[in-house]
């Protein structure tokens, strides 16, 4: 590390998406003067998209926040202070409102960048046990939630999702992605536009459904245009034609290893391609054909995505994907969908194979909607109900860490409303934006340079298995605090430890004291142990924070005999582990030991509910259904503050069919009017055929012109914020995930 101005060059892990490529950066100082791929890294070779290339203009943002804040609430100013003033404020206001209302008055949001930052995935845990609320909330259920349900249901651990094997795979079905914008999503995968490509180079096939030609769609051998929020009924067409022809075969690989085939049989008997066609909006022999070109490719994988899990049926369609990959036999082989093996281990990876205690949910159920608990958190959509609802246990005080749900969130109208109405919020957060505006103190994190880096959960997702650690590169300055304390110091607080800074290093030694005493004694290569040896050994050289926990982690990991720590720090360009190998039955951890194919939860979900999306698309005109859209340039709400990423034509716009257009009188670069039943917003109009009729499209992520929100460049380009219109009651049951697609909504021109 260095603070002086000497020209250098450092790798680190990209932050900004779930690609992870590995960057080559050139500085000066504490200044990001050059940004590209790295060459030599293992996974992503120089591959960078745009955001990886901003990402110094992230760094030297002058909205950026520095140094903690205070917000005068009668004024409703800010004022930079001191760390430790900071803290005592939080603990003269939250500790006092603790003990008034009990633990369940305050609330905890945590956003996507928790995903992508150290500190947060390690310590976010030890925060929500420290306040020990039940009124745990995350963008989760705004996203992915309805995969890992169907993944822990099918598989037995919330992360025991299959990636597909894209480097090899001779078929790719992809529903509800788009993963030339994404870069790839619950598919980590650097230069996902490459390897895509790769398939049709050699001979492959390519298939999206969706209801607009993405990019992806573009690239593709066929795209399918879907209506929104009928994945479910299409994939269990496919399902269908695989029993009543005789193609439905796991394969003698897993044959042994699956139980509930004859259940799913019959579940999928009454959706025929016939049956599904005018609901889903592609013909049944189209459906056919598909599911006879799965079967007979010598390698195939289904993938869905967003637009598959933001839907009332997301877990239906998620379970469907994956059922259809067992059917066709490529779950669990080469170039069909695979399971990942981290080298920080997982919930699949640990301990004895072959058999596990599956998962649960609903252990609890929220106060006011009566919501059941998933992994441990509430829907996201009810958070505003437990706000406004008066009562015991009503939050009256919340921490988001790095979210912003006033722009992902549904109803963001009373969601914004009612964060106004609390009596104290604290974030951590790099801006002051349109939720953090609400927050009595704003705490930000230390420079991306001065921090460490291991991507945790998304190393689970990787479409090979690889390792990579960034170390810090420069030190802290006089004004920086480090992530990790900030949670471990929030963490004291809700203790009753108090504000110091010197509680952090108790709770941190605390923390790992208890994953040591875990791991000796447990079998693995910790076993018997003397754990003092042990914590000493983590923390040679003064090592403390989450790289020790890191350390401990791929010490104990499934590659322990040549990773830990150092190792990575030595390696620079990353560790390459290999490609995906076949895991079943060894990953599973259902209570059957099988991959259980008909979980009665899901069972029931079909039985019960499914039949009213059959009967509602196939025998009435919906109308308008408005869905997402994202782009390369954006992740979520992250970097519209950067003139590099939001310069050149608009993109918050309306998409909408030349057909519905002309029928409704809308002009390209007029102003609609388009509204459900939660609201309404006035959106520039683009018309363009790469959208199925009867369907509109807003990009989530916008809407910056709210007041006080500090973000200067992103108000030049504000866009407005689709969650607007979108609806707390429309939920997936299984999930508690939020309808962000497929909302009927209504258009019109504006005179």
Known sequence: MSHDDDVRTVHRICPLCEATCNLELRIKGRTIELARGDRDDVYSHGYIC???????????????????????????????????????????????????????????????PCAHNLAPQVYN???????????????????????????????????SIPIPDVDHTDYLLILGANPFASNGSLMTAPDIPGRLRAIRNRGGKIVVVDPRRSKTATEADEWL???????????????????????????????????????????????????????????ASTIHRIARELAAAPSAAVYGRIGT???????????????????????????????????????????????????????????????PEVFGEFPAATLPDEIETPGEGQVRALITIAGNPVLSNPDATRLDRAFASLDFMVSLDIYCNETTRHADVILPPEGLLARGHIDLALRSLGIRNVAHYSPPAVELEAHEYAEWRTLLRLAAIMQGLGSSDDAVDTVDDFVLRGLVERAVGRPGPFEGRDADAVVAEL????????????????????????????????????????????????????????????????????????????????HSDAGLLLVG?????????????????????????????????????????????????????????????????????????????????????????????????????????????????????EVAAIS
């Open 125 to 159: 845990r030890v925060l929500i046990q420290s306040v020990r609320t039940k009124n745990v909330f995350s963008a989760s259920t705004v996203d992915q939630m309805p995969k890992q349900v169907s993944a822990g249901y099918m598989f037995g651990a919330a992360l």
């Open 50 to 112: 745009p955001k990886g290339s901003a990402i110094g203009h992230l760094e030297s943002d002058p909205d950026r926040i520095r140094a903690p804040r205070i917000r005068d609430r009668a004024t409703n100013t800010w004022r930079d202070v001191e760390w430790d003033e900071a803290f005592a404020y939080i603990d003269a206001h939250l500790t006092p409102l603790l003990e008034r209302s009990g633990r369940d008055s305050v609330a905890i949001y945590a956003g996507n």
């Open 225 to 283: 245009a879907i209506v929104p929020g009928t994945d479910t009924l299409f994939l269990l067409a496919i399902a269908n034609v695989l029993f009543a022809e005789g193609l439905a075969d796991p394969g003698d690989h897993l044959r042994d290893h699956v139980s509930g085939l004859d259940t799913v049989e019959s579940l999928v008997a009454p959706y025929s391609p016939d049956a599904v066609a005018r609901a889903c909006g592609i013909d």
């Open 539 to 618: 923390s040679a050289g003064g090592r403390r924070g989450p790289e020790r926990v890191v350390d401990l982690m791929l010490r104990t990991g499934p590659y322990a005999d040549q990773l830990n720590l150092d190792a990575l720090i030595e390696h620079p360009h990353g560790i390459d582990l290999g490609p995906l190998q076949p895991r079943v039955p060894d990953v599973l951890r259902t209570p059957s030991g099988t991959i259980e194919l008909a979980p009665e939860p899901i069972v029931a979900d079909v039985r019960d509910r499914l039949p009213e999306l059959l009967d509602e698309r196939s």
């Open 309 to 371: 899990t933001t839907t009332e049926y997301g877990t239906l369609a998620s379970w469907a994907v994956d059922v259809v990959n067992v059917l066709t036999g490529n779950l669990d082989r080469r170039g069909g969908a695979m399971f990942n093996l981290p080298a920080i281990g997982g919930g699949n990876s640990g301990g004895a194979g072959g058999v596990g205690r599956g998962i649960k949910v609903g252990r609890r159920v929220s106060r006011v909607a009566n919501l």
């Open 629 to 745: 859209r994202r782009d390369l340039r954006s992740n979520n709400s992250w970097m519209h503050n950067l003139r590099v990423l939001v310069k050149g034509k608009p993109r918050c716009t309306l998409h909408i069919h030349p057909d519905d257009a002309q029928r409704l009188g809308l002009a390209d670069g007029k102003l609609a009017r388009i509204a459900s039943t939660s609201g309404s917003l006035d959106v520039p109009v683009e018309v363009t055929d790469a959208i199925r009729v009867g369907v509109v499209s807003i990009p989530h992520g916008w809407g910056h012109d709210g007041p006080g929100v500090e973000l200067s460049i992103a108000r030049e380009h504000a866009g407005v914020n689709s969650n607007v219109l979108t609806r707390p009651d429309l939920l997936d049951p299984l999930s508690g995930t939020s309808a962000l697609n497929a909302i009927p909504v």
